[in-house]
C-alpha cells in the first residue's frame, strides 16, 4: 500500500470490508454497558455512566496524538466529534488547545464529558470548554470556524446488535460520515488550515467513506495506518480542504 496516495489512487487500494461473519465478531458488545463501569488512560481515571462506551484501542490512536501533539491543539480551537467519555476534551485541555467543543447526540456523554473536564482540567487560562449535544453540527452555532476537528465515526458496516447504544456507538453505517462531511463542507467549519482527523478501520466500507469526502471537495491522506495482526487495518486519515488562492472552496 502507498501511504502516499491520496484521491482516486487511494480509494482504489483501500480494502474492502471484512465479512459479515467476522465484522459481527469483532464488534460484539460487552455485557456491562447499562452499568457503571471505571476507565482509566494516562494517570487519570474516568467514571463511566451507564449507555457511555468506554474507549478502544482505535480512540486511543487519536487520545495518544491529541496528547504529543502529533495532533497540534495547542492555540486552536478544536472539536471532539462523538465526545463520549470526554477523554479528548481533556487531553486537547492539557495541550493548550483555545477552545474545545465537546460534540455528541448522547446528552449523558456530553454530561459526563463536562464533569470529567471539570475535575481533571477545572478552569484553565486561556482555554475554554463547549458542551454541545447535536446530531452531527445540527447545534453547533453558525459562527464557529474550527482548526482541528477528530472523529471516530461507528462506522462499522453491519448491524451487531439490536441496543440503540450500541447501535449509536459503532454500527450507524457510512451515512454518519457522509452527513459529518456534508455539513463541514456546506457550513464551511475548517477554518483555513483546518484539518479533520478520522479514525476508521476495514470492519466499515472504507471506500465510502472516502469517498463521501472526495464528494464534498476535501484532500484526504492517510496519517496513521495499524495493523492489528488478526485482520483488521485502522487508517487514520488527515483530511484537509482544497482552496483557491483566494481563499474560496476549490
Not at 453505517?173 to 456546506?186: D, I, K, V
Amino acid at each position: 500500500m502507498d501511504p502516499t496516495a491520496t484521491g482516486s489512487a487511494l480509494l482504489e487500494q483501500l480494502p474492502p470490508p471484512l465479512p459479515a461473519e467476522r465484522i459481527i465478531a469483532l464488534n460484539q458488545p460487552k455485557g456491562d454497558l447499562h452499568t457503571t463501569r471505571a476507565y482509566e488512560w494516562n494517570g487519570w481515571t474516568f467514571e463511566v455512566p451507564p449507555g457511555v462506551f468506554t474507549p478502544g484501542w482505535t480512540s486511543r490512536l487519536i487520545h495518544e496524538r491529541l496528547l504529543d501533539d502529533r495532533i497540534e491543539v495547542r492555540g486552536r480551537r478544536y472539536a471532539a466529534m462523538g465526545a463520549g467519555l470526554g477523554v479528548e476534551a481533556v487531553a486537547a485541555a492539557v495541550r493548550g488547545a483555545r477552545e474545545i467543543y465537546a460534540i455528541d447526540i448522547h446528552p449523558e456523554s456530553v454530561a459526563t464529558t463536562a464533569r470529567h473536564y471539570e475535575r481533571i482540567v477545572g478552569t484553565r487560562p486561556g482555554t475554554t470548554l463547549h458542551p454541545v449535544v447535536s446530531d452531527v453540527f445540527d447545534a453547533l452555532p453558525g459562527d464557529v470556524r474550527l482548526d482541528v476537528i477528530t472523529f471516530n465515526p461507528p462506522a462499522v458496516s453491519r448491524t451487531v446488535s439490536d441496543d440503540p447504544d450500541v447501535v449509536r456507538n459503532v454500527c450507524v453505517g457510512t451515512s454518519l460520515p457522509a452527513r459529518f462531511f456534508a455539513q463541514t463542507a456546506e457550513r464551511e467549519l475548517l477554518a483555513p488550515g483546518g484539518e479533520i482527523h478520522l479514525v476508521v478501520s476495514n470492519t466499515a466500507d472504507l471506500r465510502a467513506v472516502v469517498q463521501a469526502a472526495l464528494d464534498q471537495g476535501f484532500h484526504v491522506e492517510i496519517g496513521h495506518l495499524h495493523d492489528w495482526r488478526d485482520g483488521v487495518l485502522t487508517f487514520l486519515f488527515r483530511i484537509t480542504q482544497h482552496r483557491t488562492p483566494y481563499g474560496g472552496r476549490a
